[in-house]
């Protein structure tokens, strides 16, 4: 199987709210693939972010795609409202409903991307049986809720099985990471099995600006030992 295309998905989650669409233009023009949204409820993890309103004010001034990580409860109720906001893709948790079958079902019927994402402590197995259903698969390097955490290396484990699986029933899906990532540790990832990677506070830390984080991560993750 070829190798998946590096994509560098900024999170806009340590971006300035007060002016996000100036942030994303600011990212589109420095090269990311897409844009991710950290959605967060309070619920699902101990932090509150920003709803489908606030998409959709920036959604007329950027171009690239948008994808919502769903760190909610229950993200049934509210799956047209992110689609309807300008998300090209969902990220549903595969802990945070309990049908997740039907539900990334029900965001392909919505014209989205389907995704599932997995906390750290949630194995491959429970998703084994949606592999079908989905585009990406997201694979969490850290718990969520914040930013600015520590890129958990046990991961990468989790990501060479889930590797082993996509290329074993040849599967055209891309393998995403969240969390920590950084040119500390984003070689690594690549070289587990991941082709798509979220950034957020490594990214909006260079002190070389944006264009300069986004390049040198996808340098490094080209040039890992990938598979
Ligand atoms: C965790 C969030 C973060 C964020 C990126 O809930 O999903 O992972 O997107 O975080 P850092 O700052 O680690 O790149």
């Not at 999170?11 to 002016?19: E, M």
């Not at 540790?185 to 990677?197: C, D, E, P």
Request: overall charge negative; glycine content about 8%.
């Amino acid at each position: 199987m070829s190798l998946r295309p590096v994509e560098i998905v900024p999170s806009v989650l340590p971006a300035d709210f007060a002016k996000l669409g100036d942030e994303c233009r600011a990212l589109e023009a420095a090269g990311a693939d897409r844009i991710q949204w950290d959605i967060m409820d309070g619920q699902f993890v101990p932090n509150i972010t920003v709803g489908p309103d606030v998409i959709a004010a920036v959604r007329p001034h950027v171009s690239v795609p948008f994808e919502a990580h769903l760190m909610v409860r229950e993200p049934d109720h509210m799956l047209s409202r992110w689609v309807d906001a300008g998300c090209d893709m969902l990220i549903v948790h595969a802990e945070s409903t309990t049908h997740v079958h039907r539900t990334l079902g029900a965001v392909r019927e919505l014209g989205a991307k389907p995704a599932v994402a997995l906390n750290p402590a949630t194995p491959v197995d429970a998703i084994r049986h949606v592999l079908d259903l989905v585009d990406m698969v997201l694979v969490m390097t850290v718990n969520p809720g914040f930013g600015g955490q520590a890129y958990i290396a046990s991961m990468e484990p989790k990501i060479r099985e889930l590797r082993r699986i996509v290329v074993d029933d040849g599967l055209d899906v891309d393998i995403e990471i969240d969390g920590g990532a950084s040119v500390a540790t984003i070689a690594g990832a690549s070289a587990a099995g991941a082709n798509v990677f979220i950034s957020g506070s490594a990214l909006f830390r260079d002190p070389e600006g944006l264009s300069h984080g986004i390049a040198e991560l996808r340098q490094l993750a080209e040039a890992a030992d990938r598979w």
